[in-house]
């Protein structure tokens, strides 16, 4: 979508891009002193449940707005999220809670989800990297030709500018995030390459197209992108972490800009003006180093979950950009895989609209944040499967 106003246009469309561009409740425990209106709050897991536990029975709308006010010191599980999720009187809290889950994402979980078991030494360590290289090399070879359902829900939040418009200067108030749209699309993926089917999504309710933030790469080339950038970074020993069945083992990665291939792309900003006043625009689209951590079974080195963040500078066109990835097992055609199941995306934008008044070197305006929640499901095959069924046959007489 592209607006023009004075000269200027914003194109609002990003992609978290590995590999050749794949694209409160206050806590009572530790209430802030007389908090003004739009504070935000920091809470912990715990005290997210005790909280909801006390304010069990009010009104959605309020407790939504109160939601809203948080923000989580701990990354909050599947598991709790579902738990908090079924005690809520209603849409707007349960909203409010997915979207105060997904931007926990990418921090480390609660102390009792954390076993304390022993550092493992340099053999077992080195035995669970090749356990995991081992898998990204077969993963993406045993994967068959497949289709799933991709249900995106994208989320904006609105900051606080004045904007230039015919009428003279409008001052828009803020906004928390938002949900802006809402999509269901058949994706398949083909002798290894990611497509959006559409011809195959005409036929379900599909809702309106999330623009604002674009992300693929989950079935795979993420994974074999991020594993071997970290060989070529530094990737260190995290932690043990608490698994659906068993313990699941975690390690930590950094790669720098230099080795990288990740990249942010961001279109479009205003690079100057021609003489008519026109603008010209550009795509932002840069290489950058980046962090996160790779959860994985350890018998095996299957990858459950895997995390990045970009590293932006802070006062950059781009503030911040991640993604996180869940994975577990589907059945497709009687047999069991590892896919993804779920995918958060974050991105924080200065997206002002720029105007000859200012450089570009010094303009910035507000930053922006868009969010996207993303489920897979209904995995099936590629094309039709046909099976022939046979009964026994007495063998002739002789």
């Known amino acids: 979508?592209?607006?023009?106003?004075?000269?200027?246009?914003?194109?609002?469309?990003?992609?978290?891009?590995?590999?050749?561009?794949?694209?409160?409740?206050?806590?009572?425990?530790?209430?802030?002193?007389?908090?003004?209106?739009?504070?935000?709050?920091?809470?912990?897991?715990?005290?997210?449940?005790?909280?909801?536990?006390?304010?069990?029975?009010?009104?959605?709308?309020?407790?939504?707005?109160?939601?809203?006010?948080?923000?989580?010191?701990?990354?909050?599980?599947?598991?709790?999220?579902?738990?908090?999720?079924?005690?809520?009187?209603?849409?707007?809290?349960?909203?409010?809670?997915?979207?105060?889950?997904?931007?926990?994402?990418?921090?480390?979980?609660?102390?009792?989800?954390?076993?304390?078991?022993?550092?493992?030494?340099?053999?077992?360590?080195?035995?669970?990297?090749?356990?995991?290289?081992?898998?990204?090399?077969?993963?993406?070879?045993?994967?068959?030709?497949?289709?799933?359902?991709?249900?995106?829900?994208?989320?904006?939040?609105?900051?606080?500018?004045?904007?230039?418009?015919?009428?003279?200067?409008?001052?828009?108030?803020?906004?928390?995030?938002?949900?802006?749209?809402?999509?269901?699309?058949?994706?398949?993926?083909?002798?290894?390459?990611?497509?959006?089917?559409?011809?195959?999504?005409?036929?379900?309710?599909?809702?309106?197209?999330?623009?604002?933030?674009?992300?693929?790469?989950?079935?795979?080339?993420?994974?074999?992108?991020?594993?071997?950038?970290?060989?070529?970074?530094?990737?260190?020993w995290a932690r043990w972490e608490e698994g659906a069945a068993e313990r699941n083992a975690v390690f930590h990665f950094s790669v720098p800009e230099g080795k990288s291939n990740y990249f942010v792309k961001f279109c479009c900003y205003v690079d100057g003006y021609q003489a008519g006043g026109e603008p010209e625009l550009a795509v932002f689209n840069e290489r950058a180093g980046y962090h996160g951590d790779i959860t994985f079974n350890p018998a095996d080195g299957s990858i459950l979950r895997v995390s990045l963040q970009a590293e932006m500078p802070p006062t950059g066109l781009v503030a911040n950009a991640g993604i996180v990835i869940e994975y577990s097992e589907v059945e497709i055609g009687g047999k069991t895989y590892i896919c993804p199941s779920r995918s958060v995306s974050l991105l924080q934008a200065h997206v002002g609209q720029q105007n000859p008044m200012f450089a570009k070197s010094n303009y910035r305006g507000p930053a922006k944040t868009f969010l996207n929640d993303v489920q897979f499901k209904q995995y099936r095959r590629f094309g039709s499967e046909t099976r022939i069924l046979t009964s026994d046959v007495e063998p002739a007489p002789k």
Request: with cysteine; proline share 6%.
């Open 1 to 236: 979508m592209c607006r023009s106003s004075y000269g200027a246009c914003t194109m609002r469309r990003f992609a978290l891009t590995p590999l050749l561009l794949l694209t409160a409740l206050a806590a009572r425990a530790q209430k802030p002193a007389q908090p003004t209106k739009d504070a935000v709050n920091p809470i912990t897991v715990e005290q997210l449940e005790q909280s909801l536990t006390e304010t069990h029975g009010g009104a959605d709308a309020e407790l939504a707005r109160s939601l809203m006010r948080l923000e989580l010191t701990e990354r909050l599980s599947a598991s709790r999220f579902t738990h908090l999720k079924e005690a809520l009187p209603g849409e707007k809290s349960a909203q409010a809670l997915l979207i105060l889950t997904d931007r926990s994402e990418f921090l480390n979980p609660p102390k009792d989800e954390i076993v304390d078991q022993p550092v493992p030494d340099s053999a077992a360590t080195r035995a669970m990297l090749v356990a995991i290289v081992n898998y990204v090399n077969t993963t993406q070879r045993q994967l068959p030709n497949l289709m799933a359902t991709r249900e995106t829900t994208g989320f904006e939040d609105r900051p606080a500018q004045d904007s230039l418009e015919s009428t003279g200067i409008v001052s828009m108030s803020a906004m928390p995030l938002h949900q802006i749209a809402s999509s269901t699309r058949v994706v398949t993926y083909r002798d290894r390459k990611e497509i959006v089917d559409e011809k195959a999504s005409k036929g379900m309710k599909q809702g309106a197209p999330v623009e604002g933030l674009v992300t693929s790469g989950e079935f795979g080339p993420i994974l074999s992108t991020v594993v071997a950038d970290a060989l070529k970074g530094a990737i260190t």
